[in-house]
């Protein structure tokens, strides 16, 4: 017969009081001497929770500040039917969102963010109405001011939210009208990369310049398909749970998170948790959403906000799987 040691490596301890923090021995099971009872480090399931409303409503919208949940900015979307874009760029401290009063120079939607940090984010295509259409226009911010820089390689939209990489070494993918390009960002300009396996636009994407995730989107009809860059070339993995387009992403290509979106025709409270080889449905958003905004570093902290109907100011924060002390009980 398996013994504790045999599975896990070690014996189990006698300990005087509980290990901290719990998620340094998550897993893990233990003897408290002190309250006689055992114990096992486990970790939670994941949950959504309600957060400070955006100042003005908007869906389509870019994000970036990727390296925190609770440090992240918003920029562009749509405001209102029929066609009232804007360029203002809100801040996000993991509580309350504040208008920073630094609008960008072309205002757009569907646009693409990329950055890790509130003062350093660029934004890239989109659409700019009524003459501008589909642009190939990118910008940087510096925490004041947006400034023009060179323009992506193609015009393209449906590159909503978040993409991989830094302000100075990032990567853009996919798009409106459905492309398979990817496109390397060095901090000046842009270089093409290799094709993905199937053109796409609307998905949901995170990661870095040199490993990166796109998880479904739209390609002549809605997609589950997922794939990997490893900073050089794209590869087939396993498919999303369900088909869906205009959702958003964050994490990594190990741990990543994707949720909302438009499944088809309605927007879905559905979250799905990536843990580096398949997707498995975790908890749900309290609210169905498509055309969100979001991002993260991280597969347990992300935030939603935005979206439709409604032109939402909404906003959900993502505590993705809390390890607790729990006591062993039997029955």
Avoid at 38 to 49: D, E, P, R, T, V
Avoid at 258 to 274: F, H, I, N, R, V
Wanted: contains cysteine.
């Amino acid at each position: 017969m398996a013994t504790y040691k045999g599975i896990q490596g070690y014996s189990v301890q006698s300990l005087g009081s509980d290990p901290s923090p719990a998620a340094s021995v998550e897993g893990q099971l233990w003897y408290n001497s002190a309250s006689n009872v055992w114990k096992l480090a486990a970790g939670g399931a994941g949950a959504w929770a309600s957060s400070g409303n955006l100042n003005t409503a908007r869906n389509t919208a870019g994000t970036a500040g990727a390296a925190a949940s609770t440090a992240s900015l918003i920029f562009g979307g749509n405001t209102g039917s029929p066609e009232l874009i804007t360029g203002a760029t809100e801040s996000y401290d993991g509580s309350t969102w504040t208008e920073t009063g630094h609008t960008m120079n072309t205002p757009r939607r569907e646009c693409g963010g990329i950055g890790n940090s509130q003062t350093a984010a660029l934004v890239g295509g989109g659409y700019s109405a009524p003459a501008g259409g589909v642009i190939a226009n990118c910008e940087t911010y510096d925490g004041s001011t947006w400034t023009e820089v060179n323009n992506i390689l193609a015009p393209k939209s449906g590159v909503k939210t978040a993409h991989a990489g830094t302000s100075t070494a990032g990567l853009f993918y996919g798009g409106s009208p459905s492309t398979d390009s990817s496109a390397e960002w060095d901090g000046t300009s842009w270089s093409e990369g290799n094709d993905m396996n199937t053109p796409k636009s609307n998905q949901a994407r995170f990661g870095t310049q040199t490993a990166a995730l796109s998880a479904g989107g739209y390609s002549t009809t809605y997609i589950a398909e997922t794939e990997t860059w490893n900073g050089t070339s794209w590869t087939e993995v396993n498919n999303l749970t369900s088909a869906r387009s205009s959702f958003a992403g964050a994490g990594s290509t190990t741990a990543g998170l994707c949720y909302g979106g438009d499944e088809p025709g309605a927007g879905t409270k559905k979250t799905e948790l990536w843990d580096g080889t398949s997707w498995t449905e975790v908890g749900d958003l309290a609210t169905a959403i498509q055309a969100n905004a979001g991002g993260g570093a991280s597969s347990t902290a992300a935030f939603s906000t935005g979206g439709n109907p409604g032109y939402t100011n909404q906003t959900e924060l993502w505590d993705g799987a809390p390890v607790a002390v729990k006591t062993v009980t039997t029955s």
